[in-house]
C-alpha cells in the first residue's frame, strides 16, 4: 500500500539544515594576504586533515592557479587530490611511512619530506631508478620528527645522489604564535647555520611565524591555518584582515517555555532563573560542535547572541532565547563563522581553533559559496 502524503510533515520542512558553508572568497583573500607578507616566498597551502575541516579538494580547486603548491600529512591525502584531478605540486609532509610509498610518490609526483636515514635508503634502493624529489626535516627544537643538524649535514654528503637541486631543507617552529618566546630565534639561528652551508632551498615558516617572525620567511612559506581566517597569534590587526573561512550552522528545530527553577538537558547542569524560552538547535558533539562548552558559550541567532544553556547532546544542544524576540522554528543559528569568531568558542572550550575545525563531522555538508 503506497505511503500517502501527510500535509504537516514535509522532507523539506523536517531536513536537517546542519552545514559547513565554505566562503570561497574569505580562502582566496587569506591566501593573498599571507603571501604578500613575504614577497620574496612562494607560499604553500597546507589542506592535511581534510584542509582542517574545509574539505582538501574543495580547497585546492578554490585556490587553482592562485596557489603554486598544497601540502598533506600523509600519501593517502596526496592521492586522494590526486584521484580529484589536483594535479598541482604536493608535498607530504611526514614523508614515508613504509617503503611502498616511495614508489608511489614517484608515479604521482609527490614531494616526500624525509626525517630519518632509513627513509632516505628506501628512496635510494628503489628500482627502476627515478627517485622523487626529497625535502629533507631538520630538528631543531621541537623535538619530533626530523634529523638533528649533524645527522643532516652528514645526510647531505652521504645522499648525495639523490638529494637533487629541488631539495629543500625544512623545519617547524614550535613556539611561533608566542611573539615573546625566544625558542623561536633559538630555533632559526640553528637551522641558519646548517643552511648557510648547504646552499638549498628553505622552508620555516607555518602561519604564525608567516605573520609574526619576518626573518624565517624562506624559499617557501607552509601556511594552514591562515589561509582559513583563523589568526594563530591572536592579534586584532591580524583578526581584521583574516576572513572567516567556515560558517558552521544549523536550525532551531524546537522552542520550550520553562518555568523558572526548571533544568535543562543531561545532569540537569542548568536551570532557569526565571520564566524562560529555550530553543533545541539541531547540532551536537557528533558533528564536532565540543561537548565541553559550559552555560554562557555564545551562538548567534536573529544577528544576536544568545547563550548555551545546558550540556551539549550527541545531536543537539539547547540555547537560552528568552531576550530575542520573534524566534522561530526554521531560525538559522551560527555556531561559529562571519559573526562569531571560532577563537571566541575555541576559548570556552577550552582548547584551540584547530581542533574545532578538524573535528566538523563527515555527516555535515560542505557547502562551497561565492559571494
Not at 627513509?119 to 627517485?131: A, F, K, Y
Not at 638529494?163 to 640553528?190: G, I, K, P, S, W
Not at 527553577?261 to 524560552?277: H, I, N
Not at 548567534?300 to 544568545?306: D, E, L, S, T, V
Amino acid at each position: 500500500m503506497p505511503l500517502t502524503a501527510n500535509p504537516s510533515f514535509s522532507t523539506i520542512t523536517l531536513s536537517r539544515q546542519t552545514q559547513a558553508i565554505i566562503h570561497a572568497d574569505a580562502i582566496i583573500n587569506n591566501f593573498e594576504y599571507l603571501n604578500g607578507l613575504a614577497p620574496e616566498s612562494q607560499s604553500m597551502v597546507v589542506i592535511k586533515a581534510d584542509a582542517y575541516g574545509h574539505g582538501a579538494v574543495n580547497i585546492a580547486q578554490i585556490l587553482k592557479g592562485i596557489a603554486p603548491a598544497f601540502a598533506v600529512a600523509i600519501t593517502e591525502e596526496a592521492i586522494k587530490l590526486r584521484q580529484a584531478g589536483i594535479d598541482a605540486p604536493l608535498v607530504v609532509l611526514e614523508g614515508p611511512h613504509q617503503q611502498e610509498e616511495c614508489v608511489q610518490a614517484r608515479d604521482e609526483n609527490l614531494i616526500l619530506v624525509v626525517h630519518d636515514s632509513q627513509q632516505l635508503d628506501w628512496i635510494r634502493n628503489m628500482t627502476p631508478e627515478r627517485p622523487p624529489v626529497i625535502w629533507l626535516k631538520i630538528d631543531t627544537g621541537m623535538h619530533r620528527l626530523g634529523m638533528t643538524p649533524a645527522d643532516a649535514a652528514r645526510a647531505l654528503h652521504q645522499y648525495r645522489d639523490i638529494l637533487t637541486t629541488d631539495c629543500v631543507l625544512l623545519t617547524h617552529m614550535a613556539c611561533a604564535d608566542d611573539l615573546e618566546n625566544t625558542a623561536t630565534r633559538q630555533q632559526l639561528e640553528t637551522f641558519n647555520t646548517l643552511a648557510a652551508s648547504a646552499g638549498l632551498g628553505v622552508s620555516i615558516a607555518n602561519s604564525p611565524a608567516t605573520l609574526g617572525w619576518p626573518d624565517t620567511h624562506g624559499t617557501w612559506n607552509r601556511i594552514g591555518l591562515g589561509v582559513f581566517g583563523s589568526d594563530p597569534i591572536h592579534a586584532a590587526d591580524y583578526q581584521a584582515r583574516l576572513q572567516p573561512a567556515m560558517t558552521l550552522s544549523a536550525s532551531v528545530i524546537a522552542l520550550r517555555e520553562v518555568k523558572a527553577g526548571d533544568a535543562v538537558g543531561y545532569g540537569e547542569y542548568w536551570r532557569a532563573r526565571q520564566d524562560s524560552l529555550i530553543a533545541t538547535v539541531g547540532v551536537g558533539y557528533a558533528d564536532g560542535y565540543p561537548r565541553h562548552c559550559p552555560n554562557g558559550t555564545p551562538v548567534i541567532i536573529r544577528g544576536q547572541r544568545a547563550p548555551l544553556a545546558g550540556r551539549v547532546s550527541m545531536d543537539m544542544l539547547t540555547v537560552d532565547v528568552t531576550d530575542i524576540a520573534g524566534i522561530q522554528v526554521g531560525d538559522m543559528v551560527e555556531l561559529w563563522g562571519e559573526q562569531l569568531r571560532i577563537e571566541e568558542v575555541a576559548a570556552c572550550a577550552n582548547t584551540i581553533s584547530y581542533e574545532l575545525m578538524t573535528r566538523v563531522s563527515p555527516r555535515v555538508p560542505r557547502i562551497v559559496r561565492h559571494r
